[in-house]
């Protein structure tokens, strides 16, 4: 019994189809809302193969005002000791902790959007928070 070969313009199609999804999952998004869903689901895979450091726990990633927002909640010890520390020391922290330039989440935002990584002590209150785009500060808190 001879086995029949696949038709040739089905295996086209499918080389063709193949191609476009994987060109089309390239491209960066070009919806604000929908790039800010996307970075979101991105990091929340980045930080479970990249935690932070010990006793660090990432509270809650979530896109807000146009940004999105990795809240890192610190242990309360670390949290009083940079609260006493120059104020460089936790920015260098916090930057620490933003994925690198090549992660897929940054290339599905827009240039106006941004990923804000935020040190917040037990209670949840904002320690500083550093911009992952461009290496900033963005905002801190009182010193």
């Known amino acids: 019994m001879r086995r029949r070969r696949p038709q ?3 295996f086209l199609a499918f080389v ?3 191609g ?3 060109f089309a999952n390239k491209l960066p998004v070009s ?3 929908l790039g800010l869903k996307v970075a979101t689901e991105r990091l929340k895979v980045y930080y479970g193969e990249t935690p932070p450091p010990t006793n660090w726990a990432v509270a809650e990633i979530t896109p807000r005002s146009g940004e999105v927002w990795v809240d ?3 242990p309360e ?3 009083t000791a940079f609260t006493h520390q120059p104020r460089r020391r936790i920015l260098d922290a916090l930057t620490s902790q933003c994925p690198p330039k090549t992660d897929p989440a940054g290339s599905v935002l827009l240039k106006t959007q941004d990923i804000e990584v935020r040190g917040l002590n037990g209670e949840g209150k904002a320690l500083a928070a550093v ?3 461009v290496g900033a500060i963005r905002k801190t808190g009182t010193n």
Request: net charge positive.
């Open 16 to 18: 063709v189809i193949m």
């Open 20 to 22: 476009a999804l994987i």
């Open 131 to 133: 911009s992952c785009r």
């Open 8 to 10: 040739p313009l089905l």
């Open 31 to 33: 919806e604000p809302v």
């Open 77 to 79: 010890k670390q949290a």
């Open 72 to 74: 890192l909640t610190l």
